[in-house]
């Protein structure tokens, strides 16, 4: 990778937040950023490259084509965090104490904001998961939660968090497909997601919380590779 091409990736990357990220913007053409930048089209394609690698932006061809902004994929974010932590070896323990940190604040968040809409959310998953008791939709739960909690933040390091221990869960890569799951843990897993949806929607913060953390505390065994 060119220094320059890394430097023109930085600066349209800086361009792209500074415009409030639209997507479907076309920055420009191959022969107009070659000009604006004065570069070769092999390090601008260099810098292309780099952004697409990124999410930033994608080069497309035809009339209408051009440099367009584009929308990151959040799974490909998680997936890659997901990875890191794999790589460093992070331990079921400290899984377990950002994930209490993380979602019994996303918890807390959605009995704040709890309304009818939240609740059949809530309870539409679970029927879900009911009806196909495996790692993905044990795993949608607390996406679900994170999403319901109005913070995108949270969401974000709650979908990580909920990512990696899901893989662990199911023995496969952590944004991979997940294999078939115990059946016994499989209904177990649900029922204790049914029984926080129950106090949540009841308006009970202190049992629901009670019942995240001890369901969390159980799962701390299988995150432990």
């Given at each position: 990778m060119s220094k320059r091409a890394q430097l023109i990736a930085d600066e349209i990357q800086r361009d792209v937040i500074a415009r409030g990220w639209p997507v479907g913007d076309v920055i420009g053409s191959e022969?107009?950023?070659t000009q604006r930048f004065g570069v070769s089209r092999s390090t601008l394609r260099e810098a292309v490259r780099i952004l697409e690698s990124q999410q930033v932006a994608k080069m497309r061809s035809g009339s209408n084509g051009g440099l367009t902004i584009t929308m990151p994929d959040d799974s490909?974010?998680?997936g890659s965090v997901a990875r890191h932590f794999a790589h460093q070896e992070v331990t079921g323990s400290e899984l377990l104490e950002a994930r209490v940190l993380v979602e019994l604040r996303c918890l807390e968040l959605v009995a704040e904001?709890?309304?009818e809409a939240r609740a059949e959310a809530l309870r539409r998953q679970i029927a879900e998961t009911k009806a196909n008791p495996d790692a993905d939709t044990a795993l949608?739960?607390?996406l679900l939660l994170g999403e319901l909690s109005g913070n995108r933040v949270l969401a974000l390091f709650g979908a990580t968090l909920a990512q990696l221990g899901s893989s662990r869960w199911a023995g496969g890569m952590p944004d991979g497909p997940s294999p078939a799951l115990d059946p016994v843990l499989g209904e177990e897993v649900v029922s204790v997601h049914e029984k926080i949806?129950?106090?949540l929607v009841d308006g009970d913060l202190g049992l629901a919380r009670a019942r995240a953390m001890g369901h969390l505390r159980h799962m701390e065994h299988y995150?432990?590779?």
């Open positions: 022969s107009d950023l490909v974010v998680i904001r709890m309304d949608q739960f607390h949806v129950t106090a995150w432990t590779c």
